[in-house]
């Protein structure tokens, strides 16, 4: 059974950056998207990015010319690069492919 695994989540300092991992842990189709999603306390599941097998990429208004998702099918990895972060990027990142979703990662960014 696959199983995703984020990593990298933390406290940074607003304009600071990080980078955030998703492995997957077991066989996956390298044909199908993945994706990246965000759930701030008492919101609702946002999508932040997105991206196809073959590297077409979507971004959520918000984070469109600050975040940056990459992908290495050789790995089963997706990535997240987050640039000059703010407090309204706060909340648990989590990962997504077909129907899975990864435990999720805490990103804080303080004011």
């Known amino acids: 059974q696959v199983q995703l695994v984020e990593s990298g989540g933390g406290l940074v300092q607003s304009g600071g950056s990080l980078r955030l991992s998703c492995a997957a842990l077991?066989?996956?189709?390298?044909?199908?998207?993945m994706g990246w999603y965000r759930q701030a306390p008492g919101k609702e599941r946002e999508l932040v990015a997105c991206?196809?097998?073959?590297?077409?990429?979507m971004y959520a208004d918000s984070v469109r010319g600050r975040f940056t998702i990459s992908r290495d099918n050789a790995k089963n990895t997706v990535y997240l690069q987050m640039n000059s972060l703010k407090p309204e990027d706060t909340a648990v990142y989590y990962c997504?492919?077909?129907?899975?979703w990864g435990q999720g990662t805490q990103v804080t960014v303080s004011s």
């Open positions: 991206i196809t097998n073959v590297g077409s990429r």
């Open positions: 077991g066989s996956i189709s390298s044909l199908n998207g």
């Open positions: 997504n492919y077909v129907t899975l």
